[in-house]
C-alpha cells in the first residue's frame, strides 16, 4: 500500500509538470516540540525541487477549513457578492466567542480573523452548485461538497491534501484559475503575513474538526524571495486547537529558516 500511495505521487508530479527532484528531509523534531505529527511538503520553483518530510501524510486528503478561504474570497469578488476588500460587511448582532468577529468585517478584516459569519454568508447567496463548478474549474482537492451548502469546507466530505495545495497555490499564484487577474490580484494582497528584508511570507491557517477529541491544523501559501517563489504546505494533528494554534506559524517558520528561505 505504501508503495502504491508513493507511485500514485510521483505519477501526479509527472502529470503536474513540477518537481524533478524529490528530497525527504527529517522535520519531525520541529513537530515533536510541540507534541504534533504531521506533514511539511515544499515546492521550489527555480530548482525544481520538492522537499518533503512525512510524504504519506502529504498525500492524505483532509478538511481544508479556513484553507479554503483563499479561493473562497476569489470566488465572493467574481460572484459580486462583495464588490472589493474594504467593502463594510455588516455585523448582525450575534455575539461569537471570538471577539474580533463581534463587529462589521471588510473582506480584509475576514480572511485575517477567519470571520467565519462572513463567509457562511457568502456561501448562502452563492449557493452550492456555483461552487461545485469552481471547485471543479480550480482542480481543487476531491472536488466533494457533499455535507452542510454553508459550511461545507469546514464539515462534510470535501477533503484537500497538503499536495493538492500546493498545485492549487501555484496556479493562483500564476493567475492560472479561470477567474479575473483582478480578482486574485485582491486576494494575494490580503493573505501577505509577514515582510523580511529580501522575503515576504503570504499564507493562510485552517484548523477543521476530526473527530470529538482531534483537529487538522493547517498553514499554506508560499515565501517571495528575490521574485523566486517557494510554495508550501503543513499539517498537523492536535487535540487542543487552542494549545497549537500558534504553533502552525512556528513550525513552518523555524522550517522555512532552516531551509534559509527565510531569516528571523
Not at 518537481?19 to 519531525?28: D, G, L
Not at 520553483?45 to 522537499?51: D, F, K, R, S, V
Not at 515576504?200 to 470529538?212: E, I
Request: hydrophobic share 40%.
Amino acid at each position: 500500500m505504501k508503495n502504491l500511495l508513493s507511485l500514485l505521487f510521483l505519477l501526479s508530479l509527472v502529470s503536474l509538470g513540477y518537481a524533478q527532484k524529490i528530497t525527504e528531509r527529517n522535520f519531525k523534531p520541529f513537530f515533536d516540540r510541540y507534541g504534533v505529527n504531521g506533514c511539511f511538503v515544499l515546492f521550489d520553483e527555480a530548482n525544481n525541487e520538492l522537499i518533503r518530510y512525512n510524504p504519506a501524510i502529504c498525500d492524505s486528503g483532509f478538511i481544508p477549513a479556513s484553507t479554503f478561504k483563499i479561493p473562497h474570497s476569489v470566488i465572493a469578488l467574481e460572484e459580486g457578492v462583495v464588490s472589493d476588500t474594504e467593502q463594510v460587511i455588516p455585523w448582525n448582532g450575534h455575539e461569537w466567542p471570538v471577539k474580533k468577529w463581534n463587529h462589521d468585517q471588510t473582506l480584509r478584516t475576514a480572511i485575517k480573523y477567519s470571520c467565519v459569519w462572513v463567509y457562511t454568508g457568502f456561501a448562502e447567496k452563492i449557493g452550492i452548485d456555483k461552487y461545485r463548478k469552481y471547485v471543479r474549474a480550480f482542480d481543487y482537492g476531491n472536488k466533494n461538497l457533499n455535507g452542510p451548502p454553508t459550511r461545507f469546507w469546514l464539515a462534510g466530505e470535501f477533503r484537500i491534501s497538503a499536495n493538492q495545495q500546493i498545485a492549487f497555490l501555484r496556479k493562483f499564484y500564476y493567475d492560472d484559475l479561470p477567474v479575473s487577474k483582478e480578482s486574485i490580484d485582491k486576494v494575494r494582497k490580503l493573505i501577505v503575513l509577514e515582510k523580511g528584508d529580501d522575503w515576504t511570507l503570504s499564507g493562510k491557517t485552517g484548523g477543521g474538526v476530526l473527530n470529538d477529541n482531534d483537529y487538522i491544523m493547517w498553514l499554506v501559501g508560499y515565501v517571495e524571495k528575490d521574485n523566486h517563489p517557494y510554495f508550501y504546505a503543513m499539517n498537523f494533528v492536535s487535540d487542543d486547537f487552542n494549545g497549537t494554534s500558534q504553533a502552525r506559524y512556528k513550525i513552518t517558520k523555524d522550517i522555512l529558516m532552516e531551509l534559509k528561505i527565510i531569516e528571523p
